[in-house]
């Protein structure tokens, strides 16, 4: 995956290409992870119920994980539902569920055709049954794809992910002597993957929201006011160019952007 499978699917002479034209593919954040906002207010800017942005958000999440497929990004999380999301009306929550299970099921063949790995990260058994039932599917059928892995966070929460990951190591009784970062990373859910080189949020807020809190340590942070449901592979651009223009200092001297650590 690189410049020619980005640009079979943008349209010539269009401002992605443009853009995709100046992307330094040795230097690619190897892993973004998005906060995806703002579409209650896209709903509401257009006199609509707030659902009505969720479904819209639909369409950005299938353009941007195209649009990370085909660039070669290795991993892609997005966050979906965070542990505190149950606080909002019932339906907004079933409905929300609902499209995520649509979703997979009319994106499967499309994440197997372009050999995309699915994983869910937060606590997934918590989730309505038949909710847990897609997921698992999703994540059986993609799980021998070797290509970009693609995660949703689902019931989220970054406290807590922590505290389970501390739990878990309790329980493998790891020798407190043998224990540093890299060992407690084994325990997240993101065990395996590299940490994120750059975070985007849309919509313009300048918060973390529990997410990703061990993960993120040493990300690159791009906020974008565009809200989610207007976002497209043009906006992933403009959020990598902003990267690779970054000097990524990891509490030391400045050094050119480099993806990893
Ligand atoms: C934030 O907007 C968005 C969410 C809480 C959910 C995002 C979900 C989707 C795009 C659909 C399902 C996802 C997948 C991966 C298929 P908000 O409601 O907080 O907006 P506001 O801040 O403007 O009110």
Excluded at 139 to 161: C, P, S
Excluded at 170 to 175: N, Q, W
Excluded at 230 to 246: G, H, S, V, W
Aim: net charge neutral; aromatic share 8%; proline share 3%.
């Amino acid at each position: 995956m690189a410049l020619e499978d980005l640009l079979a699917v943008v349209p010539a002479g269009s401002a992605e290409e443009g853009l995709a034209r100046h992307v330094d593919f040795d230097r690619l954040p190897q892993h973004i992870a998005v906060i995806m906002d703002g579409n209650g207010r896209w709903a509401a800017q257009r006199h609509l119920p707030r659902v009505e942005g969720h479904r819209a958000g639909i369409e950005s999440v299938r353009d941007v994980v195209e649009g990370s497929a085909r660039l070669g990004i290795r991993v892609l999380t997005l966050y979906a539902f965070s542990v505190e999301n149950w606080k909002r009306p019932a339906s907004e929550v079933s409905t929300l569920m609902m499209l995520l299970k649509r979703y997979l099921r009319l994106e499967l063949n499309t994440l197997l055709r372009n050999n995309i790995r699915f994983k869910v990260i937060g606590r997934s058994d918590e989730l309505a049954r038949d909710v847990q039932d897609e997921l698992r599917a999703a994540e059986d059928k993609t799980a021998v794809n070797r290509g970009m892995q693609f995660n949703i966070a689902l019931n989220y929460g970054g406290r807590a992910e922590i505290i389970e990951a501390a739990k878990r190591m309790l329980i493998a009784r790891v020798d407190p002597d043998t224990l540093d970062e890299a060992r407690f990373s084994g325990f997240l859910y993101t065990a395996g993957q590299p940490d994120p080189d750059l975070l985007i949020r849309t919509s313009g807020e300048m918060r973390i929201s529990n997410f990703l809190l061990w993960q993120i340590a040493y990300a690159e942070i791009w906020v974008t006011d565009t809200l989610w449901p207007d976002f497209r592979k043009r906006n992933l651009l403009e959020a990598i160019l902003a990267y690779q223009k970054r000097d990524r200092r990891y509490g030391g001297i400045t050094q050119p952007v480099v993806a990893g650590r």
